[in-house]
């Protein structure tokens, strides 16, 4: 899967002059944790809400209301924006996008194209458009996890067992927990009466948990 397919597109973007003031109103009336900073169509920095609160006076500081909109009102995101911005293209993959983040310890990554703005990729995003359909978040049916089951001759045959009982797989992946020595199968199935296949593959001597869905 690529980035174009789950990246947020028509973003919000301000230029360098904005106020820290107005970047906040803006923050706060989309619910935003980060704005692009665009001047002239090109990607100059990003500004986030983490570096806004780190720009703003203290609530112990002995400045009036009025005092402190203005210097709010004075500052510019320029001042304070993250000027090396990691940027990813629409056709970058998922595990790529996820990669770089993790590399640089960041939440977001923008997505330029032509040299332009066209999308941002967040971890919500991620989560949402990604790993939810991964492992069927929301969907109906249940969820079995097969100890062993993720070794290829096994995997064959338990797949060939669910396809006979006539179960549906919605999702279906392999793991290997930390300090494990077989592989788990996890499979979600679009059923709620798996007694029939969980029978089936305990008296071919498998180890089978419902999961939690």
């Known amino acids: 899967m690529y980035i174009r397919n789950i990246m947020t597109t028509n973003v919000v973007t301000i230029p360098s002059s904005t106020s820290v003031a107005e970047a906040r109103r803006i923050m706060e009336a989309h619910g935003f944790g980060r704005l692009p900073v665009v001047d002239k169509g090109k990607l100059v920095g990003m500004v986030t809400r983490r570096r806004l ?13 009025w005092e402190l909109s203005y210097l709010l009102s004075k500052t ?77 001759k096994a995997l064959e045959d338990i797949i060939s067992l669910i396809n006979k009982l006539g179960l549906r797989i919605v999702t279906l992946h392999v793991i290997t927990p930390p300090g494990a020595t077989k592989k788990k199968l996890v499979v979600h199935l679009d059923s709620e009466d798996i007694m029939p296949l969980i029978a089936d593959l305990k008296s071919q001597g498998y180890e089978v948990n419902v999961r939690k869905r």
């Open 53 to 65: 609160d780190q720009v703003s006076p203290s609530k112990a500081t002995s400045l009036t209301m």
């Open 76 to 152: 510019t995101v320029k001042e304070i924006m993250v000027r090396d911005v990691l940027t990813i293209t629409p056709d970058t993959t998922v595990e790529e996008s996820v990669a770089l983040a993790q590399s640089h310890k960041v939440g977001a990554l923008v997505v330029v194209e032509g040299g332009k703005v066209v999308g941002i990729s967040t971890t919500t995003d991620l989560f949402y458009k990604m790993v939810n359909p991964l492992l069927g978040i929301g969907e109906p049916g249940n969820r079995i996890e097969i100890i062993g089951g993720g070794e290829g």
